[in-house]
């Protein structure tokens, strides 16, 4: 992909200003480096009202974008994940940059599509996992940290959104994408278990991640919660990450202050030594990460649009978002491999 220059805003626009959609609209109308276009729905009304706000034009179509604009250079795809492959498919195929709302696709199959379409005309797909911009997690990187144990729990009350799909790729998916990113190695074997409540499919779901390096990720995810609880814990030899998503707080504990007392401690205790008067907190050291405040999507859409002129690398590119589809599908498949004891006992009557 060839490197453009910025000296001009970069034509840009939605399809589909639902409810994220709607908050790419008002990003880009309000980011200097972009020229919001159009926003495309089949809701006139709803395009309508966000073209009047943002003073762009309302189109009913990616084909009407393509006719009435075809100098767009970035588009945000935020319609339903059902409908990402026929409408990128379009833009794409023009070399349009693409940043596409997670999860990429519904299936690994209609991933790879998607990713070998983007691969064959050379055009960058972007994938929408904006937790990856949470300013907790981005401090993370800061953290020289080799993951081998990962605890995730993200639960929230029913919002009555997305149940036509399981909460593996409703919720779950945020945090797959998130510890694939920590880890870097590949799955090794997935054991799952979620039970449906309200409807066909998973509402609550666990999921035991073993990785080719030994790492382990232990992840939960559902949308029955009395309460939104988003929370992260890394563990290696070296140190422990907690962060705290929603309240956008973390913590390290790292021992590299105190290796030579460590050392000892250990060395005494080898020895059979009497240590229950150490205080732990002494050998490590213990920081607030710094985290510094940003709209997590505007921070996504300002890389994305940096991404699409070959000024900066995607954070979430096509592959990224290829592998969190392909790790959801290994999860709803453990899922459903698994079996329960009794169930029969337990039908009603």
């Not at 009435?68 to 250079?73: D, E, G, I």
């Not at 999860?103 to 790879?112: I, K, N, Q």
């Not at 202050?257 to 205080?279: F, T």
Request: proline share 4%; hydrophobic share 45%; aromatic share 4%.
């Amino acid at each position: 992909m060839a490197e453009m220059s910025t000296d001009q805003p970069i034509p840009v626009a939605v399809v589909g200003v639902g409810r994220m959609g709607r908050h790419h609209a008002r990003i880009y109308h309000e980011l200097p480096e972009a020229q919001l276009l159009a926003v495309v729905d089949a809701d006139e009304d709803r395009a309508g009202t966000l073209a009047d706000q943002y003073a762009c034009e309302a189109l009913p179509s990616v084909d009407a974008l393509l006719e009435k604009f075809p100098q767009v250079k970035a588009v945000s795809v935020a319609v339903p994940t059902e409908h990402h492959e026929a409408v990128a498919a379009p833009l794409l195929s023009r070399g349009i940059a693409c940043l596409i709302e997670k999860p990429l696709a519904g299936s690994v199959e209609v991933a790879r599509r998607i990713v070998d379409l983007a691969h064959q005309h050379d055009t960058l797909v972007q994938v929408g996992h904006t937790e990856r911009f949470n300013p907790a997690v981005r401090a993370i990187h800061s953290i020289d940290i080799a993951p081998r144990f990962i605890e995730v729990d993200r639960v929230s009350p029913m919002t009555f959104r997305s149940l036509d799909v399981s909460v593996v790729f409703d919720i779950m998916i945020h945090d797959l994408d998130i510890v694939l990113m920590l880890v870097k190695s590949p799955i090794k074997s997935v054991a799952a278990c979620g039970v449906a409540v309200l409807g066909d499919n998973e509402d609550i779901a666990d999921a035991r991640i073993e990785f080719e390096n030994g790492c382990i990720a232990k992840i939960t995810a559902s949308r029955l919660a009395l309460k939104t609880e988003r929370k992260l814990r890394v563990f290696s030899e070296t140190g422990y990450v907690s962060l705290n998503y929603a309240a956008k707080t973390g913590i390290a504990i790292q021992r590299t202050g105190n290796v030579d007392q460590l050392m000892e401690i250990r060395e005494q205790l080898a020895a059979g030594a009497d240590l229950s008067d150490v205080n732990y907190m002494d050998l490590v050291d213990v920081k607030e990460l710094e985290i510094k405040e940003e709209e997590p999507l505007r921070a996504e859409l300002s890389n994305f649009l940096a991404a699409s002129t070959g000024q900066a690398q995607p954070e979430v590119d096509a592959a990224a978002g290829f592998a969190a589809v392909e790790a959801a599908e290994k999860v709803i498949a453990a899922i459903r491999a698994h079996r329960w004891a009794g169930l029969e006992s337990h039908k009603p009557v």
